[in-house]
Each structure stands twice: as C-alpha cells, then as structure tokens.
C-alpha cells in the first residue's frame, strides 16, 4: 500500500540530511555549467557542493550554438571528455564535435554521484571575514516574496556563473577589492587562452573558472566552442587540491 505520509517523509528526511551535510563543507562551486561541473568533478575528494539556481543543471551546453545541439572542443580536451565517458567526433585536425544532450548528461551524472548539489537554490551573497568563508543563499522560487536567506560555509568558493559572474560581482561591490570589466567581443582564439590562463583565485578563498573570468577581467568572448570551459574547471580545481592539501 501506497502511503503518503510516508513518500513525504521520505523526501524530507533525506534531503534534510544531505542538507546538514552541505552547511560546512570544503568547497562550494556555484553554477552547474561546464566550468562548474568539470571543476566540482576534480574537486570530489574533498566535501564539495554544487549550488545551481534553476531545477536543471548544464548551464550553456544543452543549446549548442543557436540551438543546434552540438558543440565544439579542442584536440587538447579529450582526455577530459574520457574521464567523462563522453563521445567525440574528429572535424579536423584541431577540433572535435560533441553532442550537447551527451556532453551535459554526462557531466551531471558523474558529478551528481560524487558531489552534493542543490538545485533550484540561487546564491546571492557572500560571508566575507577573512577574505570570503561561505555563501548567502536562498530558493530561487522565493520570487519578490521577503524572506531571509540562510548561510552556507566553506573554506573556499568558486564562480561558475557564467556571463554574469554573479558572485564576484557581489563581492566586488561590496568588498571593493576589486572590479569586474564586464567580457569583451568575440574573438574565439584569444578567449580560449585567456579564459584558462586567469582562471584562479580572484579574491581571498574565492576562485573564479569559466565565462565568469572573461567578465571579471573584460577578456573576449569564444562563442559555442567549450575546451576553455573545461579546461578552466580543471585548472581551478588543481589550485583549490593543492591549496586545501596544504
Ligand atoms: C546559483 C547560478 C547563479 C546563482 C547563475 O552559463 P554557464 O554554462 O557557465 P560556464 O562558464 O560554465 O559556461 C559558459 C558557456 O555555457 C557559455 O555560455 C559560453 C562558452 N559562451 C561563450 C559566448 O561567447 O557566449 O553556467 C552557469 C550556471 C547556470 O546553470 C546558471 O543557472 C548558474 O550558473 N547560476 N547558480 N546561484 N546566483 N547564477
């Protein structure tokens, strides 16, 4: 027999308890784009959360370019795609073609067997203290309704939130420790090398990976092509190991 009382206490006393176990953790990556993804899957060693504001996590990869749900990647990321069990189709010497619905299926699974995340909870500030210790977060169905966020801490915290690079521009405004420029135009080539070069702390404890770094530091923008993605959570995830090891 079917109970719902019980199909409800299911549903609460498990996500409560994987809740409590979120609200002190090593790391909190915020967005579950590509960047986020791939950096909280190298992170998973340690006690990770993966906060994504609406109910599906994939960020820009579903869409492809222009809705054609293929995306592109460099010779230089596939053993990320092998990590990932993703499949990848050779274009030309240099690029490779993905399809999106794998791509971004294939990141969520892994990551949602080895990582907390909540989804449908939308971070909108920082706990700054000695430089910033944890996140400000609330349910993004909340809407215009009044009500207090709750905190989560963490040693650091990253920003995967893409183009609007919403957690450094927070604690920007409010820290004025530094600027965000804001990205720049199209020009694929520089972007991709840019983007992984500044990927890396951009505040003390916090860490900026993806299209988020092109608007922290006005770089150019790459359009549907995501090795930078990859490869920038990645390197960030490397930095965060080695930093939380130490
Ligand atoms: C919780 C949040 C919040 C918040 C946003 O946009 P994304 O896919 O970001 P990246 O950097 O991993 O990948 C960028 C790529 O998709 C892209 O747009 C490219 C390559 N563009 C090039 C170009 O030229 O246009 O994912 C960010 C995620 C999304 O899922 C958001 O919903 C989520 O972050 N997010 N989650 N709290 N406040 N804000």
Redesign the pocket.
Known sequence: MVDEIRITRAIIESYFERLKDCLDVDVVV???????LTCAYYLSDFDVCL????LS?G???WGGGMFFNKIVVQKDVLSILDDFDVSYERYDEEHYVVDAIELASSLIKAVSREVEILNG????DVVVKDGVEGVVVNWSASGDLHVDPLVISSRVVVD?????A?VCRVTAKKTKAFKVEGEGY?HADLAERLVVERSGEVYKNLFVT???VASVYGLP????I?GG?LLSGKKVAEIISGRLRS
């Open positions: 915020v967005g579950g784009g590509p960047s986020g906060i994504e504001k609406n996590l960020g820009g990869i909870v939308c971070v909108e995967a939130t893409g183009h609007d919403v199209m993806g299209m988020a923008r790459m359009g549907p995501f993605m």
